[in-house]
């Protein structure tokens, strides 16, 4: 009658709720499962909040990037000036390049740039800047720096005075309405030799892409006034090339290099920002490994824990065996006991890795408060705050770890307590 019982059966489940709730009195184990529930429940919050902080991380960097860069910038391969040795890598004729690379297939938008480092001072401050000349039409469709949450000013005034970023705004202390002096080493050409060019502009708009390094160097001014500015008449310094699906930017190269002509050469976004991301990547691993660990040593305490109720319900087990019970139903019955702690404390962690990654603002602005302040450098990492983001494959990884490695330990004590000899468990009763 036993041998036709059929598995998992209502008498098997009773019997494991029963051990699972034992107090210590009673020869259960109730302290040893709550360990091992609360191990397993802060292993997998602390895997899923390191996974979704890390593609937080990822995808914010990458979007800064490709919200406020080109996805692909194309200049000339360089022609040498026989009178003063230097390689020329303007584009003469950007006009007709930016014409031809519009109508490659996936291509969203191509822009003319003019770009050179100077100094800027205001108030008795300075800084090294980055001045990129651009035509008010195309900044207007960069998505960072045209459309940033903490942007001010008017954007449709580029053309009387120059856009910065908010650090660049801190660092010289200015604002909407305040004149900046640029000063550029390569400037008016004299019968004497080459004097600074030193000229001053209106802050018509502040920026914020969201990244320190943009924010803290970078200038857009009107493109005519920048060729001016930079002796770079009736020339541009390189295209900017905007794609529809910057993710595959690298199958497009081939077409890109043959619209852009035999002097043509391309910088794409992957490979200005590839050694971060394989640097990313290979963190990723490493972390997810060195959690992976962490969850197994969580998933060990149940093995600790249902090893002592197997010792403590030698006579118990005994008594079932001489009932009829098979070895099976043994085997189950603490297989029951163990893979419902895991099944609980991964829910448990589920839901509060889900939590944290949710209300991750709230949380790090607590702690950040707690800290007083500087707990987050955004000149050391890049963005302005901790991001996470949620993804079903991140949790359904985090999950099927837990409840894995939950389960697999769990069947060595359990076939232990199923292989006991009954006579032995009774003997010395």
């Not at 029963?18 to 091992?36: D, F, K, N, P, Q």
């Not at 000063?183 to 030193?198: D, L, Y």
């Not at 019970?325 to 829910?347: D, K, M």
Request: overall charge neutral.
């Amino acid at each position: 009658m036993a041998g036709s019982t059929a598995p998992f059966a209502r008498f098997e489940w009773m019997i494991a709720w029963r051990y699972l709730r034992a107090r210590r009195a009673e020869g259960g184990v109730s302290v040893m499962t709550w360990i091992s529930l609360i191990g397993i429940t802060l292993a997998v919050f602390a895997l899923i909040a390191t996974l979704a902080v890390r593609s937080g991380f990822r995808a914010e960097f990458v979007d800064t990037i490709l919200g406020a860069n080109a996805h692909v910038t194309v200049y000339n391969i360089g022609v040498v000036d026989p009178v003063t040795g230097k390689i020329d890598r303007t584009l003469p004729e950007y006009a007709q390049m930016a014409e031809r690379l519009r109508h490659v297939s996936g291509v969203t938008r191509v822009a003319p740039l003019v770009k050179g480092q100077v100094m800027a001072s205001a108030a008795g401050r300075n800084a090294g800047i980055e001045v990129f000349g651009i035509a008010l039409e195309d900044m207007k469709t960069i998505p960072r720096i045209a459309g940033g949450e903490d942007s001010y000013g008017d954007i449709d005034r580029l053309n009387e005075g120059i856009a910065i970023g908010s650090g660049v705004a801190r660092e010289l202390g200015v604002s909407i309405g305040d004149r900046i002096k640029l000063i550029s080493p390569n400037g008016v050409k004299t019968a004497f030799g080459t004097s600074p060019r030193v000229k001053a502009y209106e802050v018509v708009y502040v920026f914020s892409a969201g990244r320190y390094d943009i924010d803290r160097t970078r200038i857009y001014m009107p493109f005519t006034e920048a060729q001016l500015y930079f002796n770079r008449e009736g020339v541009a310094d390189e295209l900017e090339v905007m794609v529809t699906e910057p993710e595959h930017v690298d199958d497009m190269t081939l077409a890109l290099l043959q619209a852009g002509g035999d002097q043509a050469q391309l910088w794409t976004w992957r490979d200005a920002s590839g050694g971060f991301l394989r640097a990313l990547d290979i963190e990723d691993n490493v972390m997810f490994v060195i959690l992976s660990i962490l969850v197994l040593i969580a998933a060990m305490n149940i093995v600790s824990g249902l090893i002592m109720l197997v010792k403590n319900k030698g006579r118990d087990i005994g008594i079932l065996r001489t009932m009829g019970l098979t070895e099976g139903s043994v085997l189950r019955v603490f297989f029951i006991c163990g893979a419902f702690t895991g099944l609980i404390g991964t829910i448990a962690g589920v839901v509060l890795g889900c939590l944290f990654a949710i209300y991750i603002d709230p949380i790090f602005s607590f702690v950040n408060y707690v800290a007083g302040g500087g707990v987050w450098d955004p000149s050391v990492r890049g963005i302005y705050n901790l991001p996470a983001k949620l993804q079903f494959g991140d949790v359904a990884s985090a999950v099927a770890l837990s409840l894995g490695l939950s389960l697999i330990v769990t069947i060595f004590p359990a076939r232990r307590a199923a292989r006991m000899n009954p006579v032995e468990a009774l003997r010395y009763e």
